[in-house]
């Protein structure tokens, strides 16, 4: 029997493998794509550097040709930009500093990290289902790259399956957020015009001159940038007989600022699309189970914030299940002990992106009447989501916007059983 089985290679599968198996743990790690393989959400937060130091990849990233990455610029309807939000003007330190990624090399990286830090791997390796006797998760069957298929038992499965979410889905956990059903139509390109010096890497947020979408435009190496755009479903895809590309340059002609970047750029493979990619699990954690990164939640991407919600879930959990071996206890309440903390700093990015989507706000003129909300835009912005600066900016937002209720977990087991 292993200790810890983990289902899915991405940065909270890596996290969680690397930091158990440096513990002594026999921990393996199934992997159903060959790496590297690619994926969207390059941007990264600040505050993902202090897992990156207890990984011990930072030095890996400090040598990498990945762009620095030090501010967020917010561009509204009229094509004007903000004044950008660069992380160090409320922190000094190296952490306010950090890269965009291009998460093919990225991921890799931290698998193998995790590789090296003892966890045995299997790439190409698809879990067929969850094991579980009564309430209890007990392994795994796996397809494995020779076309075996096996069961594999252990203590603890992770579930790091990402928007699969295997335990999720099959206990009926997962519930959508209602008021961010979205679609984005994303690529890359070559040749984008970049900004100069400390701002040639800032991510960059362009509103369409109608509001009824926005773009990205992230800065990657090689000269390559991702872009794309995001809008409701029922605009952005519900209706519309076009194509996706057709639709995507649609939404690119209403963005005068996006266009002017883009005019000598080419781009580099057919957009992919992505539709209702914001939800939630009930719970985090059951007898001898634990749901991390996208497996648990995923947020819009607007403030960049899920490498960074997959790497600290997978720290947390990480601990959790160590402390779990330290005192036999498997149940739900230790190993989703962390479920509660993790969720206040995703309820204020959540809150961030209600108030990002109302027609009615503008981060420019909402600082103009509130600089003494700065400190706690900031930390959102660069992950610090535990900080106490963020909960009093709520208050004053609210005022200008609708504030979303707050979603607890469910402190009993819910939906089927399995």
């Keep these: 029997m292993n200790d810890v089985i983990v289902i899915g290679g991405g940065p909270a599968g890596s996290t969680v493998a690397a930091l158990l198996a440096a513990t002594g743990r026999q921990v393996r790690l199934f992997e159903r794509e060959q790496f590297p393989r690619f994926a969207i959400g390059e941007s990264l937060m600040p505050d993902t550097y202090w897992?990156?130091?207890?990984?011990?990849?930072?030095?890996?990233?400090?040598?990498?040709?990945?762009?620095?990455?030090?501010?967020?610029?917010?561009?509204?309807?009229?094509?004007?930009?903000?004044?950008?939000?660069?992380?160090?003007?409320?922190?000094?330190h190296e952490s306010a500093i950090t890269w965009q990624v291009l998460r093919g090399a990225f991921d890799e990286m931290l698998l193998d990290n995790a590789r090296e830090k003892g966890a045995q791997v299997h790439q190409g390796a698809r879990v067929l289902k969850v094991l579980f006797e009564g309430d209890r998760a007990r392994g795994v069957r796996a397809k494995l790259a020779d076309g075996q298929t096996r069961d594999f038992t252990a203590r603890v499965v992770v579930d790091a399956s990402g928007q699969s979410a295997l335990i999720g889905r099959k206990l009926k956990l997962t519930v959508p957020e209602p008021e961010l059903k979205?679609?984005?139509?994303?690529?890359?390109?070559?040749?984008?015009?970049?900004?100069?010096?400390?701002?040639?890497?800032?991510?960059?947020?362009?509103?369409?001159?109608?509001?009824?979408?926005?773009?990205?435009?992230?800065?990657?190496?090689?000269?390559?940038v991702s872009v794309g755009v995001v809008g409701?479903?029922?605009?952005?895809?519900?209706?519309?007989?076009?194509?996706?590309?057709?639709?995507?340059?649609?939404?690119?002609?209403?963005?005068?600022?996006?266009?002017?970047?883009?005019?000598?750029?080419?781009?580099?493979?057919?957009?992919?699309?992505?539709?209702?990619?914001?939800?939630?699990?009930?719970?985090?954690?059951?007898?001898?189970w634990v749901l991390v990164g996208d497996a648990f939640c995923f947020l819009d991407p607007m403030y960049s914030s899920g490498v960074y919600?997959?790497?600290?879930?997978?720290?947390?959990?990480?601990?959790?299940?160590?402390?779990?071996?330290?005192?036999?206890?498997?149940?739900?309440?230790?190993?989703?002990?962390?479920?509660?903390?993790?969720?206040?700093?995703?309820?204020?990015?959540?809150?961030?992106?209600?108030?990002?989507y109302s027609k009615d706000f503008s981060f420019a003129e909402f600082l103009k009447r509130h600089p003494e909300c700065k400190q706690g835009v900031i930390d959102v912005l660069s992950g610090n989501l535990f900080s106490e600066h963020i909960e009093p900016i709520f208050g004053p937002m609210s005022e200008v916007c609708q504030m979303p209720a707050a979603v607890a977990l469910s402190p009993q087991p819910s939906g089927a059983t399995p």
């Design 51 to 92: 897992t990156f130091k207890r990984l011990g990849v930072l030095d890996r990233l400090k040598d990498s040709a990945f762009p620095r990455k030090h501010s967020v610029q917010f561009f509204g309807k009229s094509g004007r930009g903000s004044t950008p939000f660069y992380f160090s003007d409320t922190n000094p």
């Design 182 to 224: 979205k679609a984005s139509i994303y690529t890359h390109y070559r040749g984008g015009r970049r900004d100069e010096g400390f701002d040639a890497g800032a991510t960059l947020i362009l509103h369409t001159e109608n509001r009824d979408s926005w773009f990205w435009y992230i800065p990657l190496s090689d000269d390559v």
């Design 232 to 288: 409701a479903i029922s605009y952005l895809v519900q209706g519309r007989r076009e194509d996706a590309q057709t639709i995507f340059d649609q939404e690119l002609a209403k963005c005068r600022p996006m266009q002017e970047r883009l005019q000598n750029a080419a781009q580099l493979f057919p957009v992919k699309t992505t539709k209702d990619f914001s939800y939630r699990a009930s719970r985090i954690a059951g007898e001898g």
């Design 309 to 356: 919600l997959a790497l600290k879930s997978g720290e947390m959990a990480a601990d959790a299940i160590a402390g779990a071996f330290a005192t036999g206890d498997f149940s739900a309440d230790q190993l989703g002990g962390f479920g509660p903390q993790l969720v206040r700093g995703m309820e204020a990015v959540r809150k961030m992106v209600y108030a990002f």
